[in-house]
């Protein structure tokens, strides 16, 4: 039960930062279905930060470091997105695709790269990169938690408030609810897409980071993040765009997801399914969802229409 | 002149867009406190012209006042800061705000970039009663009725203090009563010293409520003139550069065989559990046509999508030049013969991204005449289209290339009669076909479907306006609740006898 505790934690808060981040995207008007991509730019940026610092850096900058770096990452290259779909208007789910393409080749490029140089240029092709998650994680009691569940809380708070109650969380939802009207009242409807777009790329990065460092040890990076990006864009549709639903969502999913990892420790071995069939269950689960709810969504309704200020 | 004679001047204004010169050395002057219409048809410049005083274009030539000093307006922020404000024809207002929070977005008071709209609501509260534009603050705009909405955007202007108020067309969208509001509620603004700009083309909106009025046709200034010097046929004359015919021209009918033959046809309703349609009979004879008439929302929608095959009918016959059609797609319908000038020509009149030659093959893509063997013959589908929009003056910026979206409205809906009636069909059936349009394009398009009448076709017309139910039908069908409660002959009902039948006071036994 705390094992399920544990995953369900990590998984959740890593789906609601992914999710929040798509969230104000969204909300901006950018569809934005690169948080995979954008994961996995956070995640082996951040790894890599980690791997190389000096070893006598203390727990709290190994940590500061590594998620700064990690949401830098993915604000640059979200910015990739934000630059296509914004500035040359080009249809928004196909550069994310792209950008989820370029993704995982970067990230394998990298990590080969590094660990070839690691071993003195033995010609290693090794995807896979070690790290120590130690500075990562705690105790309290009997729950082993990290510190993504306090960063992770602490940008939920952040982003509720952001949204509801400032004004660039209103102006930021006008631009993607009908950004002519945003235009009319003087709201710089670029500017904002932009700064919608690049929080993704925060929350993205470190949703990436946070998933793959409180789980295990070393990552293969040939998979990315093996489709937690898209499984939070599922989480944010269940979650009507609303933070706050967001996060129910996303530790909904989690158990799914967590499930896969633990049931070989309970009673659930007596049923006699393979590791297959519970690593399906949060994207099965998904599907029948948003099959059911996705008729009533209230999705933002300008979103992955381009601005243009000329047309009628 | 003295300062204060005029609050803004727009001085000899050119605006040029590829293809089309929209404003044309036009000069306007606006005096503090009056109500200022400006005048023309569909196309003539007047959104252009006001989207330069509000900074959303710049033009080539000339240069804009405000109390005698020359000003720049570069986009609506300037515009704003020298208290000018636009209600626009298509409200921007987002659906999913409150009404509170689309009045105040993009002067959102706050400190330090949180929100304070306790103050917020107290101005508007203020405002909302001194000018007496009652509005549910808390309300979502998706919610609330179109009246609403616009003294919502009314209000946007007056909390951002605006002086000079700029209205586009805002009876289009507006029932009768509302637009009776609207009229009151712009001269009580006038009275409290705020200066009205008013777009129009209806101009019995003008004689009542502006004090002078500024022409514009194709572009260019034709003169200013005070409403209580002039009449509606003077204004009209100097708006389409003719005499414009209030009444239609047209001889007697001779009706002929059935066309189309209705047979208890009853219709579901998507709101609620009763029928939107109740077993409605009529038939309609060559040479003859017949208006469907009644006030918005009685099933008039409904019985036209059932009868044009968008939607299905839960029961009874359609009957066609012979043919049973009650159950046929609607590309068959076509074939056989139907035309449908539809209600709305945004949603099922145009595809708005296609060009318009584009959308004048788009039943007729797939003849022979315009394909070979799956492939478009470009050639043959560009001298149809070039030919049907020189024959029914379709004006647009770049001819058959012009996509439909950039064109206005009076023009798209040209476009649609000319290619529902170039189909020489039995039955054209016309909803609404000049909802929106200036007298000109009325006229134009009365005269149309007449000549479809005349040509010896059926014509099924449905309208809300009762003068144009009078003025060009030669039978009357008023339908109430889903049923039709009444057949006149126009040249003896009264137009008293008929709103009592619409409001469902009366019904007659058919």
Not at chain 1, 193 to 206: A, D, E, K, T
Not at chain 2, 169 to 198: C, H, R, Y
Not at chain 2, 436 to 448: F, P, T
Request: glycine residues 8%.
């Amino acid at each position: 039960m705390t094992l399920l505790i544990k995953y369900t934690l990590i998984y959740g808060i890593v789906l609601m930062l992914v999710a929040l981040g798509a969230c104000f995207s969204e909300h901006s008007g950018i569809i934005n279905i690169a948080m995979e991509g954008i994961m996995v730019i956070g995640g082996v940026f951040g790894l890599l930060v980690l791997v190389m610092l000096p070893a006598g850096t203390s727990s709290f900058m190994k940590v500061l470091i590594s998620i700064c770096t990690a949401a830098a990452a993915g604000v640059v290259y979200s910015a990739l997105l934000a630059f296509a779909s914004i500035n040359l208007k080009a249809d928004q789910t196909i550069g994310g695709t792209a950008l989820n393409l370029l993704a995982t080749a970067l990230a394998l490029v990298l990590v080969k790269r590094y660990n070839n140089t690691m071993s003195g240029g033995t010609g290693t092709q090794s995807p896979k990169l070690s790290f120590v998650n130690s500075d990562f994680i705690f105790n309290i009691g009997p729950i082993t938690v990290n510190v993504f569940l306090f960063v992770g809380l602490a940008l939920l708070v952040i982003a509720i408030v952001v949204l509801y109650r400032t004004r660039f969380g209103m102006r930021l939802m006008a631009c993607g609810e009908h950004p002519q009207a945003a235009d009319s009242v003087g709201i710089n409807v670029y500017r904002m897409r932009w700064c919608g777009v690049l929080i993704s790329g925060f929350l993205g990065g470190i949703g990436g980071l946070a998933y793959i460092v409180p789980a295990v040890q070393v990552w293969n990076f040939e998979s990315g993040v093996t489709g937690m990006g898209f499984l939070a864009i599922a989480v944010m549709i269940f979650g009507q765009w609303k933070p706050g639903r967001i996060f129910l969502a996303a530790m909904f999913f989690a158990v799914f997801k967590a499930l896969a990892n633990i049931y070989d420790s309970t009673f659930l071995t007596a049923l006699n399914l393979t590791k297959e069939v519970y690593n399906m269950m949060p994207f099965i689960a998904s599907m029948i969802i948003l099959a059911f709810t996705s008729k009533n969504s209230r999705a933002p309704k300008a979103e992955g229409v381009p601005y243009d200020k000329g047309q009628r | 002149m003295t300062l204060a004679d005029y609050v803004i001047e727009m001085l000899n204004i050119t605006k040029e867009f590829p293809g089309i010169k929209a404003n044309d050395d036009i000069t306007l002057q606006l005096k503090r406190g009056e109500i200022h219409a400006l005048l023309g048809e569909n196309g003539a410049g007047k959104s252009t012209l006001m989207s330069v005083l509000f900074g959303l274009y710049q033009p080539e030539k000339g240069c804009i006042k405000k109390n005698g000093q020359v000003v720049e307006i570069k986009n609506p922020n300037d515009a704003n800061a020298l208290n000018i404000g636009m209600v626009h024809q298509h409200f921007k207002l987002v659906e999913c705000f409150s009404v509170l929070d689309n009045i105040i977005l993009g002067v959102e008071p706050n400190k330090l970039g949180f929100l304070q709209k306790k103050e917020a609501r107290e101005k508007v509260l203020r405002l909302s009663e001194q000018y007496g534009l009652k509005v549910d603050l808390d309300a979502l705009v998706e919610d609330i009725s179109v009246g609403m909405q616009q003294r919502t955007e009314i209000l946007k202007m007056l909390y951002r203090d605006n002086e000079i108020l700029i209205f586009d067309e805002p009876t289009a969208v507006l029932t009768p009563q509302e637009i009776d509001e609207l009229m009151q509620i712009m001269k009580n603004l006038a009275a409290e010293g705020k200066s009205i700009l008013f777009i129009s083309h209806k101009l019995a909106e003008i004689m009542a409520v502006a004090d002078r009025c500024t022409v514009l046709r194709k572009g260019k200034y034709i003169g200013t003139v005070e409403t209580k010097n002039t009449t509606v046929e003077e204004l009209s004359a100097m708006m389409v550069g003719r005499q414009v015919n209030f009444k239609v021209d047209k001889a007697p009918a001779q009706p002929g065989e059935v066309v189309l033959d209705v047979q208890h046809v009853t219709v579901p309703s998507k709101l609620h559990k009763n029928n939107a349609v109740k077993d409605v009979s009529f038939q309609v004879r060559r040479g003859e046509i017949v208006c469907l008439a009644g006030i918005e929302g009685n099933g008039q929608t409904q019985f036209i999508h059932a009868l044009t095959g968008l939607d299905a009918m839960s029961a009874g016959t359609i009957t066609l030049c012979g043919k049973d059609i009650s159950k046929a797609p609607i590309r068959q319908r076509s074939k056989d013969g139907m035309s449908h000038i539809p209600e709305d020509r945004h949603k099922h009149g145009l595809v708005l991204d296609f060009t318009l030659e584009q959308n004048m093959v788009l039943q007729r893509y797939w003849q022979p005449q315009f394909q070979k063997g799956g492939f478009i013959k470009f050639d043959a589908v560009r001298e149809y289209s070039d030919r049907l929009i020189e024959q029914y003056d379709v004006r647009s910026g770049q001819g058959s290339v012009t996509v439909a979206r950039s064109m206005s409205g009076g023009n798209q809906q040209k476009a649609i009669v000319a290619r529902e009636i170039d189909k020489d069909p039995e039955l054209l059936i016309a909803v609404q076909p000049t909802r929106g349009l200036d007298v000109g394009a009325i006229e134009y398009i009365h005269q149309q479907i007449v000549a479809v009448r005349d040509a010896g076709k059926a014509v099924l017309l449905v309208s809300l306006e009762l003068d144009e139910v009078m003025n060009l039908s030669d039978r009357i069908l008023v339908m109430y609740e889903g049923e039709i409660v009444g057949q006149f002959d126009p040249k003896t009902v009264t137009v008293e006898e008929l709103g009592l039948y619409m409001a469902g006071a009366k019904r007659m036994e058919l």
